[in-house]
Structure formats: C-alpha cells, structure tokens
C-alpha cells in the first residue's frame, strides 16, 4: 500500500492551497481516509476525514470553515482544500488510511492503518 502526498508549498496567510492523496495496492473505496499535520517540535494531530460514504466528513475545530476534504474514488484520490491559510497551519501534512473508523475515534492516530510521506505546508506572516 502506498499513500502520495502531494501540493503542499510556501505560501503567504490568507492564501489557499489544496493537497493530493493517491492511493495504491488498496480497495479505495473501502477505507476512510484522514490529513494530519506536524509543525515543529509538536505531535502529529487530526485536520480532517472523510469516510467511504461522501456525506461524512470531520474536521479539527482549528479549521472548519476554511478546509474542506473530499475525495475521489474513481481516480483513488482524497482532497484538502485549505483556504484563509494562517502560520499556525504550518506543518508537515499527511494522509491517512483507516479500513474501520470508529467516530469517537476518528482524531486517534491509532485508527488508521496506512500512512504516506507527507508533504509540507508553509504560511508565512
């Protein structure tokens, strides 16, 4: 299984930018999928998720409003859409893929199975 970030970049705030998750070597359609970030010196946390049905999204309260999730199934593809971006946005984005999300659990990393490489994200001042 395989996970590709990609789309992340240097931007200034109040700029939008949208990341790219392609997956590979799993059923698509069968798994739930998350962003996650990292800045520096901080823990991995939730941004977003989606679940196999479209209409279930879920997002960290530090970004509702201006990131949207979305994914694509016929092309194995999930989207963030971020917009209004601020510095604290800035970190290192991965996706995430869960075969069963619990809802309760849907911010644990431990819910998800696959991980990729992650891309960057910076918002400057």
């Known amino acids: 299984v395989q996970l590709q970030a990609s789309g992340g970049g240097l931007v200034q705030a109040g700029d939008s930018l949208t990341l790219s998750c392609t997956a590979s070597?799993?059923?698509?359609?069968?798994?739930?999928m998350g962003w996650f970030r990292q800045a520096p010196g901080r823990e991995r946390a939730f941004v977003a998720a989606?679940?196999?049905?479209?209409?279930?999204?879920y997002y960290a309260d530090s970004v509702k409003g201006r990131f949207t999730i979305s994914r694509e199934n016929a092309k194995n593809t999930v989207l963030l859409q971020m917009n209004s971006l601020k510095p604290e946005d800035t970190g290192v984005y991965y996706c995430?893929?869960?075969?069963?999300?619990?809802?309760?659990?849907?911010?644990?990393?431990?819910?998800?199975?696959?991980w990729g490489r992650g891309t960057q994200v910076t918002v400057s001042s």
């Open positions: 995430a893929a869960a075969r069963g999300l619990i809802v309760s659990s849907i911010p644990s990393l431990s819910q998800y199975d696959y």
């Open positions: 070597g799993l059923t698509f359609s069968n798994y739930a």
């Open positions: 989606i679940r196999r049905s479209l209409s279930n999204t």
